[in-house]
């Protein structure tokens, strides 16, 4: 695909149609090709990859349904986005003729170059976003099927080793050993396929919330204590600050539990020994905006601040997308999908809540969200 100008093939069997069209896209920030038949087109297409194709219904030998059929057909051309021409307004069989046929758009003449234009930029975007999101795909199958290979590898050698042992003698301490790491190497697989399952179901709102008015040290405190052992271990600094009167929150307090899990999972992995992580919670007003009016709600906000490696500015925003990993994730080493952010988003955002987070590489990062306060 083209970074500058965008390449658009036009494809009429009438020379003076594209001398007229090559005229009037002189001055315009496009590049074009010509062809004068189907056979053309199809030869052009496949070495010169053009961002689109403009293409004539009505030619002679092979008319542009044809065209359109063997672009669709050729692995190297399959992709190309093909608007087609059709010479009458009111042509509706043309129209879902070349729709059903694959083609991305209509147009007839005389053609609107303006028009043409437009269609043409929306295209290209469309072309570089679903481009980008084939390479985000395939970013994250690498880190699917890695983060499915390693324990399954693991679980199969230490399945082969106890096949291969002694039937007679008494396991040892090695092969119990082994046995522990099968099991860890299972909890792993099992969390990786939850967090898939969760994630479309989330996605999909089919996912039940039982909501209560909880303070919200009761969704913080059981995380600490569960990873109390974890951060000594790692010689991490942990504290906690809530401010004075903070209003209880509504939520699935078991659900909030995940989300806290995740963001002080993530903040302990990328933060040395000797570091701190701290969580701090207080109370915020913000402007709701609605269909009806603007409301001023109240919210408790908690903050975990690390002192960890940092993520660079450009890479903050993709943080909450599907099959992305931040550079930094990558370069510490830390394998995942990245699936434990988004969950985390869907969560709170179920819930009327928001997710942030403000980073600077080498200093650390702050991950936010907002909960909303429970009614009195």
Same mark, same amino acid.
């Given at each position: 695909m083209n970074d500058s100008e965008p390449i658009i093939l036009v494809v009429d069997d009438t020379e003076d149609n594209l001398d007229l069209l090559?005229?009037?896209?002189?001055?315009? =920030?496009?590049?074009?090709?010509?062809?004068?038949?189907?056979?053309?087109?199809?030869?052009?297409?496949?070495?010169?990859?053009?961002?689109?194709?403009?293409?004539?219904?009505?030619? =002679?030998?092979?008319?542009?349904f044809e065209t359109l059929k063997r672009l669709r057909a050729n692995p190297e051309t399959a992709k190309i986005p093909v608007i087609f021409l059709t010479a009458q307004k009111k042509d509706p069989e043309s129209i879902a003729k070349g729709l059903a046929l694959? !083609?991305?758009?209509?147009?007839?003449? =005389?053609?609107?170059?303006?028009?043409?234009?437009?269609?043409?930029?929306?295209l290209v975007s469309l072309k570089k976003a679903e481009a980008e999101l084939e390479r985000l795909r395939a970013d994250f199958m690498a880190m699917l099927v890695h983060d499915l290979r390693s324990p399954?590898?693991?679980?199969?050698?230490?399945?082969?080793?106890? #096949?291969?042992?002694d039937k007679t003698a008494p396991l040892s301490q090695d092969y119990f050993e082994l046995i522990n790491s099968a099991q860890m190497s299972g909890n792993r697989l099992l969390e990786l396929v939850s967090d898939l399952l969760d994630v479309s179901k989330y996605e999909a709102g089919n996912i039940a919330f039982d909501k209560a008015s909880v303070p919200v040290s009761r969704f913080i405190d059981p995380i600490?204590? #569960?990873?109390?052992?974890?951060?000594? #271990?790692?010689?991490?600094?942990?504290?906690?600050?809530? !401010?004075?009167?903070?209003?209880?929150?509504?939520?699935?307090?078991?659900?909030?539990?995940?989300?806290?899990?995740?963001?002080?999972s993530n903040a302990l992995k990328f933060t040395k020994s000797g570091g701190t992580i701290t969580i701090a919670a207080d109370a915020i007003t913000e402007k709701i905006h609605t269909e009806l009016e603007d409301m001023n709600r109240r919210f408790v906000r908690v903050k975990i601040t690390d002192s960890g490696v940092g993520i660079a500015q450009e890479e903050i925003p993709m943080l909450f997308k599907r099959y992305k990993q931040a550079s930094s994730a990558r370069t510490?080493?830390?394998?995942?999908?990245?699936?434990?952010?988004?969950?985390?988003?869907?969560?709170?955002? !179920?819930?009327?809540?928001?997710?942030?987070?403000?980073?600077?590489?080498?200093?650390?990062?702050?991950?936010?969200?907002t909960l909303p306060v429970a009614e009195e």
């Open positions: 090559e005229f009037a896209l002189k001055r315009k =920030p496009i590049k074009m090709l010509r062809a004068t038949s189907g056979m053309a087109c199809l030869t052009l297409a496949k070495e010169n990859k053009p961002d689109i194709i403009l293409l004539d219904i009505q030619m =002679p030998e092979m008319d542009g694959g !083609a991305d758009q209509y147009l007839t003449k =005389p053609i609107d170059t303006e028009e043409l234009l437009v269609r043409t930029k929306m399954l590898i693991g679980i199969k050698n230490v399945l082969e080793l106890l #096949q291969e042992s600490l204590r #569960q990873m109390e052992v974890q951060f000594r #271990q790692k010689n991490v600094t942990l504290s906690t600050t809530y !401010a004075d009167g903070l209003p209880n929150v509504y939520v699935d307090a078991q659900k909030t539990e995940q989300v806290m899990m995740n963001f002080l510490t080493r830390q394998k995942g999908t990245g699936l434990g952010l988004v969950i985390c988003k869907l969560i709170v955002e !179920a819930q009327g809540g928001t997710v942030g987070v403000q980073s600077e590489l080498g200093k650390g990062s702050t991950f936010s969200f």
